[in-house]
C-alpha cells in the first residue's frame, strides 16, 4: 500500500476513534479524579458516604493551616476549571463542569465566607460521628479493615477537638447547645454502640484495640462538651443568620438557581395556599363537613401496633414495587429488591434508607432501616411514635425512601455518566444539591399517587400532602429566618399553622432552617421536575413516554435541576421553577 495512502487511513481512523470523545475529555476526567481524592482527602467522612474510601482513616483537618490551603486549592481549581474549553467538552461533560463550578463556589462561601468552622461546633461532632458511623454501619470493607481504620481515626481526635477549642469564638446559641449535644452522642456512640457494631467479629484482639482507642478518647470528647455547656453556650451571642446576598449565593452554587429570593417565596405562598385547598378536599372526601386536621389526626392513629411496623413497611415497599413495575414507571434493576430490616441496635433514627452509593466499586448491601417503638417507652411515648408510622404517611416515606424514590435512583446512578453527578458533595450545612437529590423523591411521593396508587384513597393523599406542606415551610422559613423576616419563633408558627405539625416537631423544623438555611430544596426541586415534565411532554408530544422521561432523569444522576434541563431540553433558557 503506498505510504501517503496508508497515512491517510490512519489519520482517518484516529479522527473516527476521537468523535465521540473530545481530546479534553481524558483531561476533564483526570481533574474530576484529582479533584475528588482532594476533596476526600480534606472531608474523609463526607466521602466516605458517597463510596469514595481512600481516606477512610483519616478526620478531617480544622487546623488554620488546613482551612487556608483548602481555601487556596479550591481557587485554583475554580480557575482550571474555567480554562477547559466547553466546545472541546461532551454535553455531560459542559452540565459537570457547571455542577462542578457551583459546589466550589458553595464551598468557598462556606468557608472564606462564612466561615462555619468558626461560629459551629456541630462541624467538628459531626466529621467525627458521621466518619465513624459510616465505618461502623457499610460494609464497604471487611470488618478488620474498618475496625482499623477507626483506630485510626480516634487517634487523630485531640488533633479534632484541639482545633475546635482553638476555632469557635462566640458561636450563635443553638449551635453551640447542640454541637455540646452531638459530641455527647459521640461519646456515647464510642462507648456502646461501637462494640455492638463489631460484636460477630473473631477476632477479639483488634476488637480489644478498638475498646482501648475508644476509651483513650471518650474522656477527652466528654471533657470538650462540658466545655461548650459550661463556658460556651451561657455567654454564646452570635448570629446564625447568613443575609440575603448570602443566601442567594448559596441557592446558586448549590442549585444553579438564580430565581430572586422574594419570588421563591411568592412561588411558595402560592403553592401552600394551593396544597391546604387540595388537603381540605382530601379530608371533605373522607369525612365531609368534619374539621380537615381532625380528620388527620384520625388518619395518624391508623397505624401498626407495637412490633409490626417493620413487616408493615415490607408490605407496602413490595405494593409500591409491583406498581411502579406494572404502571411502567420505570424499569427496575433484574435480581434486586429493597430489604426492609429493624434498625441497628446503634442506629435509631426513625427511618433511613443506606443505599449502597454510586461509587462504591462493589455495590454494598443496601438497607431501608426501620425503628419500631420501643417496649421500655411510657406508653404515652410509644402512641406518639408510632402515629408516625400512620399506614398513610408510611407509605409517602416508602415512596420517598425506597421505590421509586433514594433506592431506585441510587441504582440508576450507577450508569451515571462520569463521576460528578453520583455524589452527595456535601453534608448539611456544606453545599449539596438537594433539588436533585431530596427533589426526586419528593417528586416521587405524589407521583405514585398521581398515577393511581392507593386507588385514589384521600388518606393516603392526605400524608402527601402534609409533606408537601412542610416541605413549603421549609423554603420560606429559610429564608424569611436568614433574611431577618421572621423569628424562630415564626417560623415554628409556619409549621404548626400551615402545615398541621405539633409543637415539638415544629420547633425542631424551625430549629433546622438555623442550619440549613437552603432546605427548601426539597420543594424547588420538586417544583423543578414538574416543570421539567411539563417542559419535556410539550416538546416531545406524542413521543412522550412517562417512563423513559422517568428513567433519563434518575440516569442523568443527582444534579440541580438546571442541568437536568439541559441534558433533556439542550440550550434551555426559561425559568427552572415557577
Not at 196 to 222: E, G, M
Not at 501 to 511: L, N
Not at 549 to 555: A, G, P, W
Request: glycine fraction near 6%; aromatic fraction near 8%; charge should be positive.
Amino acid at each position: 500500500m503506498n505510504p501517503s495512502i496508508r497515512t491517510l487511513i490512519a489519520v482517518l481512523c484516529l479522527t473516527l476513534l476521537g468523535a465521540g470523545r473530545p481530546p479534553q475529555s481524558t483531561d476533564f476526567a483526570r481533574f474530576v479524579d484529582r479533584y475528588l481524592d482532594d476533596f476526600a482527602r480534606r472531608h474523609p467522612s463526607i466521602a466516605a458516604g458517597n463510596g469514595i474510601h481512600q481516606h477512610d482513616d483519616k478526620l478531617d483537618d480544622f487546623s488554620a493551616p488546613a482551612i487556608r490551603a483548602e481555601i487556596a486549592a479550591l481557587k485554583r481549581d475554580r480557575q482550571r476549571l474555567q480554562a477547559f474549553n466547553p466546545k472541546s467538552l461532551t454535553a455531560d461533560e459542559r452540565v459537570d463542569r457547571r455542577i462542578l463550578t457551583g459546589v466550589i463556589d458553595g464551598w468557598l462561601l462556606e468557608q472564606e465566607t462564612l466561615e462555619n468552622w468558626r461560629r459551629n461546633p456541630m462541624l467538628y461532632a459531626s466529621a467525627l460521628t458521621d466518619g465513624v458511623h459510616n465505618l461502623m454501619a457499610m460494609e464497604s470493607n471487611p470488618a478488620p479493615v474498618r475496625m482499623r481504620r477507626i483506630i485510626s481515626k480516634l487517634g487523630q481526635v485531640p488533633a479534632l477537638l484541639a482545633s475546635a477549642r482553638a476555632n469557635v469564638a462566640n458561636p450563635p446559641r443553638i449551635f453551640a447547645e447542640r454541637g455540646a449535644s452531638m459530641m455527647r452522642g459521640a461519646s456515647g456512640m464510642l462507648g456502646k454502640d461501637l462494640d455492638l457494631a463489631f460484636a460477630s467479629d473473631p477476632n477479639v484482639a483488634l476488637r480489644d484495640s478498638l475498646r482501648r482507642a475508644a476509651k483513650s478518647v471518650i474522656p477527652l470528647i466528654d471533657a470538650y462538651a462540658t466545655y461548650l455547656e459550661r463556658e460556651v453556650v451561657p455567654t454564646a451571642t452570635g448570629d446564625f443568620t447568613v443575609g440575603a446576598a448570602n443566601l442567594s449565593r448559596r441557592y446558586l452554587a448549590e442549585e444553579l438557581i438564580d430565581t430572586p429570593l422574594e419570588t421563591m417565596v411568592a412561588i411558595g405562598e402560592r403553592a401552600l395556599a394551593q396544597s391546604q385547598s387540595e388537603f381540605r378536599d382530601a379530608a371533605a372526601k373522607l369525612a365531609p363537613g368534619r374539621d380537615p386536621q381532625e380528620v388527620w389526626g384520625e388518619v395518624r392513629r391508623d397505624h401498626p401496633k407495637m412490633g409490626g411496623v417493620v413487616e408493615a413497611t415490607r408490605k407496602i415497599v413490595d405494593s409500591l414495587t409491583a406498581f411502579v413495575s406494572s404502571r411502567g414507571i420505570a424499569a427496575l434493576p433484574p435480581g434486586e429488591r429493597v430489604i426492609v430490616e429493624p434498625a441497628k441496635p446503634f442506629d435509631l433514627g426513625f427511618a433511613s434508607m443506606h443505599a449502597s452509593p454510586p461509587l462504591e466499586k462493589i455495590p454494598v448491601r443496601s438497607v431501608f432501616y426501620i425503628t419500631d417503638a420501643n417496649p421500655a417507652m411510657a406508653p404515652a411515648d410509644q402512641a406518639a411514635w408510632l402515629e408516625r408510622y400512620n399506614y398513610a404517611s408510611l407509605s409517602n416515606l416508602a415512596a420517598h425512601e425506597a421505590m421509586p424514590g433514594h433506592w431506585l435512583h441510587s441504582t440508576y446512578m450507577r450508569r451515571t455518566p462520569g463521576k460528578v453527578r453520583r455524589i452527595w458533595i456535601g453534608l448539611n450545612p456544606f453545599p449539596q444539591p438537594s433539588s436533585g437529590q431530596d427533589g426526586w423523591a419528593h417528586y416521587a411521593e405524589q407521583m405514585v399517587l398521581d398515577e393511581g396508587f392507593g386507588g385514589g384513597d384521600p388518606r393516603q393523599r392526605l400524608a402527601q400532602l402534609s409533606d408537601a406542606l412542610t416541605r413549603i415551610c421549609r423554603l420560606l422559613s429559610g429564608i424569611k429566618v436568614h433574611t431577618k423576616q421572621w423569628t424562630l419563633a415564626d417560623a415554628q408558627q409556619c409549621f404548626e399553622k400551615e402545615a398541621y405539625i405539633a409543637e415539638p416537631a415544629a420547633r425542631r423544623e424551625a430549629e433546622r432552617a438555623t442550619y440549613d438555611p437552603t432546605y427548601g430544596g426539597y420543594f424547588l426541586g420538586k417544583r423543578g421536575v414538574l416543570k421539567l415534565r411539563a417542559d419535556y411532554t410539550a416538546k416531545q408530544g406524542a413521543n412522550f413516554n412517562l417512563r423513559a422521561f422517568h428513567e433519563r432523569l434518575m440516569t442523568n444522576g443527582i444534579a440541580p435541576i438546571w442541568a437536568h434541563r439541559q441534558l433533556l431540553l439542550p440550550g434551555d433558557k426559561s425559568a427552572i421553577i415557577e
